[in-house]
């Protein structure tokens, strides 16, 4: 019943727009007041994650149990698909609250850190993805399991410090939605409901993503950054492991392609920063998206570089792969072709001392 998810999903776009605007234009809400790194100058309200997430969640949850769910799921011939996937929305659930409690009460990084760790810990133990590293390396399960921890985690907390300019972690993830393809077509393949779970996430944050277009009235906070990292993040760990059982399983690289220039901004700046003995958790403005912002091009013009950018990438991976270029060889082109676009750009962008 195939007709019946394009009306739902109309409503469900119409519904996150209500609950967003409500929530907006009330009285009560967490407020991000301004300061001197902050990219916007009057107070705006966040953590509209504890709106689009619930949203997610529940539509998730209601096309698993509908009857006729087959167009998302369908899941009760496998029971290990069926645990996958529970434990994928649960993780979500708890990142979105231990994020919303953040935005509350500003928990220590060190407690945030600990909760952090061990609920990825827990998901990968139980889930037991398979991953391989450079398209052949497999290690220890354990040691997978430590590896893959800290990686995600830092991801996440990645993911939540460059939420800072208006729509700048919506079009990065959109691109990493299409990414997908030519990383790992058999996301899209039948059996494997991955990017289905892609489709709910954008409807659900229709309301979230009109209110945050430039200038933002609503930003996500951690309650969306977080749970939004750990999807991105974990969810390409099921795509062998949800398609047919000659898919090939996910490559660790491969997380590389889903937003490059996200990785590159995020992890030039902690070096930097780290070299310079500077707090690295403390809020700047010292990534190369925030300091476009200060030029003539502002939010708008930084958008449409960094969504560019992440856009080449993705079709001189399609090239190369279509060209059957091996994938190491693929990987060792993008990344000079990233950290060279980047260093141009760094270089030519005018510099503040804001940090």
Not at 2 to 10: D, I, K, R
Not at 231 to 254: C, E, H, R, Y
Request: charged share 10%; proline share 5%; glycine share 6%.
């Amino acid at each position: 019943m195939v007709y019946f998810f394009p009306p739902m999903f109309a409503i469900l776009a119409i519904l996150s727009l209500i609950l967003h605007s409500f929530y907006v234009y009330s009285r009560f809400g967490v407020k991000d007041v301004p300061n001197e790194r902050s990219l916007h100058n009057v107070v705006t309200k966040k953590s509209g994650g504890m709106f689009f997430i619930p949203v997610f969640l529940l539509t998730s949850l209601f096309l698993l149990f509908c009857p006729d769910g087959g167009f998302l799921l369908s899941p009760k011939e496998n029971l290990s698909k069926t645990i996958d996937i529970y434990l994928l929305l649960a993780g979500i659930f708890v990142f979105c609250i231990l994020g919303f409690i953040d935005d509350l009460y500003h928990l220590s990084p060190k407690l945030r850190l600990f909760l952090e760790l061990g609920a990825v810990a827990v998901f990968l133990i139980w889930t037991n993805p398979e991953v391989t590293y450079f398209g052949m390396m497999t290690i220890p399960k354990p040691v997978q399991v430590i590896v893959l921890t800290i990686f995600i985690v830092f991801a996440v907390n990645l993911v939540n410090f460059m939420d800072g300019m208006d729509w700048y972690l919506v079009t990065t993830l959109s691109l990493s939605f299409f990414s997908l393809v030519t990383i790992a077509p058999q996301f899209y393949g039948i059996g494997n409901p991955g990017y289905h779970f892609y489709t709910i996430l954008f409807v659900s944050m229709f309301g979230f993503i009109f209110y945050n277009f430039p200038r933002a009235k609503l930003f996500m906070g951690d309650s969306g950054s977080l749970a939004l990292g750990f999807f991105v993040m974990t969810l390409p760990l099921f795509i062998g492991k949800w398609g047919n059982p000659n898919s090939p399983v996910w490559d660790a690289t491969d997380y590389f392609y889903l937003f490059p220039y996200f990785w590159l901004d995020g992890v030039f700046i902690l070096i930097k920063r780290f070299f310079q003995k500077k707090h690295l958790f403390s809020a700047h403005r010292e990534h190369l998206y925030q300091r476009i912002t200060e030029t003539k091009l502002g939010k708008i013009g930084s958008l449409c570089i960094f969504s560019i950018l992440n856009l080449s990438v993705v079709c001189i991976h399609f090239v190369l792969k279509t060209y059957l270029v091996p994938n190491i060889i693929i990987l060792f082109i993008v990344f000079l072709y990233s950290v060279v676009s980047y260093g141009i750009l760094w270089f030519f962008v005018p510099r503040k001392n804001l940090a």
